[in-house]
């Protein structure tokens, strides 16, 4: 995870993450410990490229599981943790270009059509993990929704939607469109579904029917498609894993020795 947060070129998570409306970066990341039962979280914290990290700390130093803002930013930097700007060229320009474009009557002139536009987009890790003995971690990190209102808080920091972790069971999380998440509590549902015997795709593909059926009319296209992508990832004591997706998408096993691309099992396919 602190890997992907420092890399400037990834603009999905920590240093270089994509920021809100007002060009600033937030960070949401949560984490769990099956074998301890202990839980850390951040949300819309500024200025500090490890928000994983930091949601580690308070999973292991305190008796809270959830700071956000100011606070978790003044715990950071308590524990020793650098005050840096986190946009880098890229994520300025991308979001300099998305103001432009906002509105054709505001004050900021439209850039030319020939430009490439940057879309809106989410962009997240979820790592679960199983360790020989059959212990159990997870973990999701994110800079969140690009352009969104400052203070949204998506689902990566919130427990049980996120990410969860059973230590008698499995791990699962999420990456896609937090608020599709946030309302079925995805994470937490996906090792519910592993609890009552559901292989880890099958488990993620019930969480996944169970978003579609509380989807608005408006983020539903014509066929009753979603007009956003989600993916569930799963787990087991045992080991077992799998992944599945709204849409043809894909995933990363690693066994210990190598890492491997997985296609995911989907619901629906793109037109
Ligand atoms: N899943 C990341 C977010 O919506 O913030």
Redesign the pocket.
């Known amino acids: 995870m602190k890997i992907q947060e420092l890399d400037p070129n990834d603009d999905s998570v920590g240093y270089g993450g994509l920021p809100n409306a007002e060009g600033v970066v937030q960070l ?1 990341a949560s984490c769990m410990h099956g074998p301890t039962k202990r839980a850390g979280a951040v949300g819309a914290l500024e200025n500090i490229k490890t928000p994983s990290e930091v949601a580690k700390l308070i999973l292991k130093y305190t008796s809270h599981i959830f700071l956000v803002g100011e606070g978790a930013k003044r715990f950071a930097l308590s524990f020793g943790f650098k005050e840096e700007d986190l946009l880098t060229e890229h994520s300025r320009e991308a979001w300099l270009r998305w103001r432009a474009n906002l509105s054709p009557t505001d004050n900021y002139l439209d850039v030319p059509d020939s430009d490439h536009l940057v879309v809106t987009k ?1 962009g ?1 890790i979820n790592c679960d993990a199983v360790t020989p003995q059959g212990d159990l971690s997870s973990v999701t990190t ?1 800079s ?2 690009s352009w969104k209102i400052p203070g949204r808080v ?3 920091p919130i427990i049980g939607a ?1 990410q969860y972790c059973d230590n008698d069971v499995g791990a699962a999380g ?6 599709a ?1 946030i309302k079925v509590c995805g994470g937490f549902l996906t090792v519910e579904h592993l609890r009552r015997g559901l292989k880890p795709t099958d488990a993620c593909l019930e969480t996944l029917k169970r978003v579609v059926a509380e989807t608005e009319a408006r983020l539903l296209d014509a066929q009753g498609k979603p007009k956003f992508d989600l993916v569930f990832y799963a787990v087991t004591k045992r080991g077992e894993f799998g992944a599945a997706s709204l849409y043809p998408n894909h995933f990363a096993v690693h066994d210990g020795t190598d890492a491997k691309i997985r296609d995911t099992a989907y619901l629906f396919t793109r037109a």
């Open positions: 949401d989410t997240t994110t969140g929704l998506g689902d990566s996120g999420s990456t896609g469109l937090g608020e998440n």
